[in-house]
């Protein structure tokens, strides 16, 4: 525009008279002095796009170096960084959602497998040992990748990290040419499941009351929105049970197998759930799924769902409580009412027909954390979905427990 104009004013300039006794404009001193201005203006202005474009070139080659630079010399790789170092970096960082993907693949490709401590119907769970920190493999098949990546992409969730949610580490793929394995890496229990812990060991009253709370406030945790641009969205496990549950060093509990999870995405009222629903372990199964009535469209209902099973769990730990030196043999929920495999059938016919729920002895009214616990139980086995506590009520309620024994004390 600059120049169309400057030419404009130049024609103008040699159009008009010149003062007496000057020579006119000649041709040539016309064009030049409108070429040559004209011819400069659109060099600089060239000049100007190629150093624009060169510098985005530098740029996006520069930021493509960064990406491959070898996470090895990045600060949070150094060699000094442990487990625990590196996710609370990055829990503290304001992402919550885990460690970056190439942090991750690092890690996972540095860790030599001990033994297997584990089997299940993706495969099977390994400890590993990095930098000398013991580490639990979840090994997937690569036929297996969907449920693989489900659950990676679940414990990735933002602000999903707790401490009674089992803490994740690392996702990875490994290829060497004739197979593939798909790897989840997470932090080790020694102690093994909530069920191995139970089989072998009985536990206090106090001990009991500590384990409920830790496994309610997971689960709280994980039914919970956080609304926010970092915000977690609220979801449901679906497959709870004392096998998926892991107990810590100091006797609390950890929630695992995040696989079967669904995620409700409020701003959508969306539930990012498979076309099957009948999931999860048919003993553990709450009746609105064995007898097909269960909302699909609500997001209530898997958490209702989830509660039911939270009692059997609750059922499964007071059963081993020792009180006055005694404690029951561990069993798992209705034992003495279905097949040690049972189907779908022999599920329905006692809890949905029969209405039966597992026994709650007399003797547990003379122990007020075992009374109180009882009564929970039955508020989360209601047949109607809507009657169940929540699963932060139940996190109130066993907390209050500890509050009444304190205070005793």
């Known amino acids: 525009m600059c120049v169309s104009v400057c030419v404009s004013r130049l024609m103008c300039l040699a159009c008009t008279e010149r003062p007496a006794g000057e020579a006119s404009w000649g041709r040539l001193e016309l064009a030049a002095v409108i070429l040559v201005p004209s011819s400069l203006l659109c060099v600089g202005i060239m000049l ?7 510098q985005r070139c530098i740029y996006s080659k520069a930021r493509k170096c960064d990406a491959e630079e070898p996470l090895e010399d990045q600060t949070l790789m150094s060699p000094d960084k442990r487990l625990k170092d590196l996710i609370f970096d990055m829990s503290t960082s304001g992402s919550g959602s885990g460690l970056p993907l190439l942090v991750q693949r690092t890690i996972a490709r540095t860790i030599v497998l001990q033994e297997i401590i584990g089997k299940g119907r993706f495969g099977e769970v390994w400890r590993g040992r990095w930098r000398g920190e013991d580490v639990a493999v979840k090994i997937f098949s690569s036929r297996d990748e969907r449920s693989w990546f489900r659950e990676a992409e679940i414990y990735q969730t933002i602000m999903l990290r707790h401490e009674n949610i089992l803490g994740f580490i690392a996702a990875d793929n490994k290829d060497n040419g004739s197979w593939t394995q798909l790897w989840l890496v997470s932090e080790y229990h020694e102690h093994g499941s909530l069920f191995d812990y139970l089989n072998r060991y009985s536990v206090s009253v106090d001990g009991m009351v500590v384990m409920a709370l830790s496994i309610a406030s997971g689960l709280a945790h994980l039914h919970m929105e956080i609304i926010g641009t970092q915000g977690k969205p609220a979801i449901a496990h679906r497959d709870l049970k004392s096998k998926n549950i892991l107990v810590k060093k100091n006797a609390t509990a950890v929630i695992a197998d995040l696989g079967l999870a669904v995620k409700h995405e409020s701003i959508t009222n969306t539930i990012d759930i498979p076309a099957n629903y009948r999931v999860g372990t048919k003993r553990y199964m709450a009746p609105e799924i064995l007898d097909d009535t269960l909302n699909m469209n609500s997001f209530e209902s898997f958490k209702r769902a989830d509660i039911y099973s939270l009692g059997l769990v609750f059922w499964e730990l007071a059963q081993r409580c020792s009180v006055r030196g005694t404690c029951e043999d561990y069993q798992l929920p209705y034992y003495d009412m279905v097949p040690s495999d049972p189907s779908v059938d022999d599920m329905r016919k006692v809890i949905c027909d029969q209405k039966l729920r597992p026994n709650i002895p007399n003797q ?17 086995w209601y047949a109607a979905p809507a009657a169940r506590l929540t699963a932060l009520r139940v996190k109130k309620t066993v907390s209050q427990v500890t509050v009444i024994k304190d205070v005793k004390d």
Do not use: D, P, Y
């Open 48 to 54: 100007g796009v190629c150093t624009a474009h060169g």
């Open 364 to 380: 547990w009214q003379s122990c007020e954390a075992l009374r109180v616990m009882g009564k929970i139980m039955r508020e989360c």
